[in-house]
């Protein structure tokens, strides 16, 4: 005798209450290529239902039609497959295909097979994200229905799961979003949303927002923030005249009642805000409420008011503090003009200062070197006439203190030009220059200091080869490096200047036998205000001012100064490298 729940029972062929068309119908899968078996599965289930609501079974006769129905029907939510239809392992490829290809998560796999030996149960369990796993010779109608029931189950959980991760996403977005109507409007989705998954039931609602609850409800129009279900058609829907006769009475009515009222398949929920806002929702539920879900309804409309009326305030504070942007930026500006009128007022100061501090230490420095000239020709002069020395030999004393103090005047002629101009745009003026003449004439004014000190100096250099240059800036740096070989060689000493063309290029070299150049001394030997750690040798004195000079002017002829040293005691070579012609 077959055991009680491999006996089908025949359909009963009286007549039966047409079905409602309105109630929910779980849709079903049946994917495999034996005809007999849909024909079974059709008849086994013709009488099954699950919470009210029936199967709509839906067919595919091979793993390729299964792929269209699956594609063409994502709220599918279970499937009776085939293991073994095209090919061995079609039903298992369609699984990768639902689950992977068209990212189909929620519904439920119940692999169905007639040769379980071909595809062992276990391998197959762990594979393939399946959720059942029968032999057609074992899947009777009781066993179908149980298994059946379970995945229905199991999908239903999973949509509810969906579903209130779905609210919450919209809540959480219009949290972050809360500038303008818009996310109001976002909010309301969102409520609508979280109530459908509190409530674990399909609804449809519309969600209303009253700006002046103090008015008659009649009198006072309010505004369609949300629309789901089957009131979808008035989404993109602000005025109320826009809604059905019914659905706008029973809304005002709410306005009227000012409290929640639950029907049996309809509930209005009433909420007014502390600014004086009234929000109503009205739900449209398959099913009757529960006390339950009634106290969570109640519990969930008591936090709109605060949810709506964080909405308006933000909406306040952001306008609130628009306007208070405004008048800092406007502070701003007024403060950022005063404070570049400051700065501008204090660059023209740093720069008188910067120039008072310059021609300072250039009258310091380069009017030293003529009057030392002054003073050595008198010196001499006064000895001579002592001594009772011929007439031209007095003479040619004169006159080499009236050379040199026509050269300081000139000097001094040239700071007050360059004062007038500006420090820090001083230009100079080029014209063809016998460097060599020059650098004679400059030795050759440089060499009392250099008897006094019993040293020697030599020139040599080609004759009238021409360089482009201003000659009295040109003079002012020779001068400046040749009097600095003077004051740091040693009594007795040889100092040598040369002067040589390489390439386009005018070379000057002044060599000297003094104490040398330390890497430290090399590292600073140009900056400004830099003493060695040499001394000079006769005790004269030094500002710091003489190489800095020497680099500007270099500088300004675009060319450039370098200093070499063996080392300390082994004496320094300074070279000067001009361009010969006047560079464009």
Partial sequence: MAEQDDVLQLIDDTESPPEDSSARKWKIAVIDDDHAVHEGTRFALSDYNLNGATLEILSAYSA??????????PDIAAVLLDVIMETDVAGLELVEYIRNEIRNETVRIILRTGQPGQAPERRVIVQYDINDYKAKTELTADKLFTSLTAALRSYQQLERMVQTRRGLEIIIDAASTLYDFKSMQRLAEGVLTQLASLLNVDCAGILVLRDDGNGNAAACDFSVLACSGCYSRFIGTTSSKALDADLR???????QR??????????VLYSRTGSGREVVVLLQAERQLSDTDRALVEIFSSRLSIAFDNVILYQQLHEANTQLEDRVTQRTRALMQANRRLSAQWLRLQRANGFK??????VAHDLKNPLGVILGRTEMLTELIGAGSP???VTAQVEHIRDATKRLTSMVDHLISDAMADAFDITIRREPVDVAALVNEVTEANLPSAVNKQQSISVSGPQHFVTMCDSDRIREAIDNLVSNAIKYSPIGGKITVAVSHEGDDTVIRIVDQGPGLSPEDLSRLFGRFQRLSAK?????????LGLSIVKRIIDMHGGHVTAQSPGPGQGSTFT????ATETS
């Fill in 536 to 544: 000079p040798t006769a005790g004269e004195s030094s500002t710091g």
């Fill in 391 to 393: 007439k031209e030999n």
């Fill in 258 to 267: 000012r409290k929640n009222e639950f029907a049996d398949h309809r509930s």
């Fill in 64 to 73: 390729a039609e299964g792929r269209t129905l699956m594609r063409d029907n």
């Fill in 357 to 362: 501090n310059e021609i300072l230490g250039t």
């Fill in 576 to 579: 000067v490298t001009l361009p």
């Fill in 249 to 255: 009475h029973m809304v005002e009515e709410a306005f």
